[in-house]
């Protein structure tokens, strides 16, 4: 029987520019980044360079019109979400206006961002549920938010750090992602990966920092089976791991 075929997995080359500066690749070849508190700490820095000022990426009026673009980017990108809201906020805008839309009428708005009618019932049930609860307001406890329809923990999340302003840490694909290739995190589950992140970074940094870890996900870790070797911060971190081979 022949051995088994061994293959070499590398998607693509370095991006432009991506270079470690000297400083950090003498770091990493000292060893300063064996810790995870030491990765993270190179990470918050890096990532507060490369984006200084990182902003909400769901356009929003006030934390409903949030809530509603957070249940809407599910499984769709903001851009298509930033291009849809306009058309559904010009016929409601609010809990009360919406709970009174038909779902039909909801579903048929936002049927370009995909799962529409879960989403449009789910929209018009959390709106009408708003306004028999809280008083048409959104509210500040996850308890509360993650009792609506189509609201889970990292929408709620979303919702407590962006309209809000309370230190949250949604942990979305890019984030889990980048987490296990950064070594910050070894978790298999995105709870274990937003537990670990929130004891690696300080409290105050969290809001912007899981928007930082997202637009670089975006910009530079869309290789689909990336060999972690390819952009500036894993060469940093890693600078010894070598592409990673695979049986077939
Ligand atoms: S962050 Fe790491 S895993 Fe993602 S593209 Fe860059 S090298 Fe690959």
């Known amino acids: 029987m022949n051995p088994p075929r061994r293959s070499v997995v590398v998607m693509e080359g370095p991006h432009e520019g991506d270079r470690p500066a000297p400083k950090e690749a003498a770091g990493a070849r000292a060893g300063a980044f064996r810790t995870r508190p030491a990765r993270a700490a190179y990470v918050d820095r890096r990532l ?3 984006y200084p000022e990182p902003a909400v990426p769901l356009r929003h009026a006030d934390a409903y019109t949030l809530l509603v673009a957070v249940v809407l980017s599910a499984q769709c990108t903001d851009r298509r979400v930033n291009e849809v809201t306009p058309r559904l906020w010009a ?3 609010t809990p009360e206006a ?4 038909p779902a039909a009428e909801v579903e048929a708005i936002i049927r370009p961002c995909g ?12 709106s009408r549920l708003l306004v028999e609860r809280h008083g048409g307001q959104v509210p500040r406890t996850y308890a509360e938010l993650e009792a609506l329809p189509g609201v889970g923990h990292k929408t709620a999340s979303v919702v407590m750090a962006q309209a809000f302003g309370e230190p949250a840490f949604p942990v979305d694909t890019h984030i889990h992602r980048l987490a296990r290739r ?7 589950s995105v709870e274990q990966t937003e537990r670990d992140l929130k004891r690696l970074f300080p409290r105050d940094h969290w809001n912007q920092l899981h928007l930082r870890i997202i637009f670089y996900g975006r910009e530079h870790c869309t290789a689909r089976g990336c060999d972690g070797t390819v952009c500036e911060i894993c060469r940093t971190l890693f600078p010894r791991r070598r592409p990673a081979e695979r049986r077939r």
Do not use: C, D, F, Y
């Open 115 to 126: 799962l529409a009618r879960q989403k449009a019932q789910a929209i018009v049930e959390s």
């Open 91 to 93: 016929v409601a805008a």
């Open 182 to 188: 950064w070594g910050l995190s070894g978790g298999r």
């Open 48 to 50: 507060a360079e490369l």
């Open 98 to 101: 919406m709970s009174r839309r």
